[in-house]
Nanobody, 122 residues
């Protein structure tokens, strides 16, 4: 069974940066697509970024490209998210997801972490 564990998050000052990581363990597939989604109170879960089993396959959520970087340590099965110039709009629970494919919709992912809260303070 695939297990995803997020770390990082917490409280971040507006204009600052955050780094999240997600460790994948278990599973039987050699390669998984992975992604970060976030969910603000009262809103639907939305794509932040996704990355395939090669580093050239990256995808970013609307209006986030240029401010967010997704990366992956394939040897250690750890995914990272770097976000710069954060604002209050970035507040939410950030979830790590994995699947046999790389998808832009959260409905397509079979495996999920429990989420990590990010709160941007002014």
């Amino acid at each position: 069974q695939v297990r995803l564990v997020e770390s990082g998050g917490g409280s971040v000052q507006s204009g600052g940066s955050l780094m999240l990581s997600c460790a994948l363990s278990g599973g039987t597939e050699e390669n998984y697509g992975m992604a970060w989604f976030r969910q603000a109170p009262g809103k639907e879960r939305a794509l932040v970024a996704a990355i395939g089993w090669t580093p050239d396959r990256t995808y970013y959520g609307r209006s986030l490209e240029g401010r967010v970087t997704i990366s992956r340590d394939y040897a250690k099965n750890i995914m990272f998210l770097q976000m710069n110039d954060v604002t209050s709009e970035d507040t939410g629970v950030y979830y790590c997801a994995a699947d046999r494919g790389v998808w832009l919709s959260h409905y397509e992912y079979d495996y999920w972490g429990s989420g990590t809260q990010v709160t941007v303070s002014t």
